[in-house]
Nanobody
Framework: QVQLVESGGGLVQAGGSLRLSCAASGGTFSRYAMGWFRQAPGLEREFVAAINWSGGSTDYADSVKGRFTISRDNAKNTVYLQMNSLKPEDTAVYYC????????????????????WGQGTQVTVSS
């Protein structure tokens, strides 16, 4: 069983930056593809970014391309989401998730594909 704990959320002004971290324990982190999702009030959970087991392959939602960067450090069992040029519409609870499939194949942009989830961290961007 894999446990995921997100941190780094908070309140930031539009145009600012935050870096989210997701620390994993209880499994072989380096075998998993990892994803970040977010959920705003009243909306469905949506895909933000994903990264394969090695960090050599990444993908992003169109809404965050060029502003967000996903990365991982397998030695630290941690995945990161660097968020720059934040907008009020980025306000949401951000979740990290682990997929036992190591590669970004199939519907990795769908929440159902992921096997383990963190509890989420709130990001609020003020205008």
């Amino acid at each position: 069983q894999v446990q995921l704990v997100e941190s780094g959320g908070g309140l930031v002004q539009a145009g600012g930056s935050l870096r989210l971290s997701c620390a994993a324990s209880g499994g072989t982190f380096s075998r998993y593809a990892m994803g970040w999702f977010r959920q705003a009030p009243g909306l469905e959970r949506e895909f933000v970014a994903a990264i394969n087991w090695s960090g050599g392959s990444t993908d992003y939602a169109d809404s965050v391309k060029g502003r967000f960067t996903i990365s991982r450090d397998n030695a630290k069992n941690t995945v990161y989401l660097q968020m720059n040029s934040l907008k009020p519409e980025d306000t949401a609870v951000y979740y990290c998730a682990a997929d036992r499939k190591s590669y970004l194949r199939g519907r990795y942009y769908q929440a159902l594909e992921y096997d383990y989830w963190g509890q989420g961290t709130q990001v609020t961007v003020s205008s």
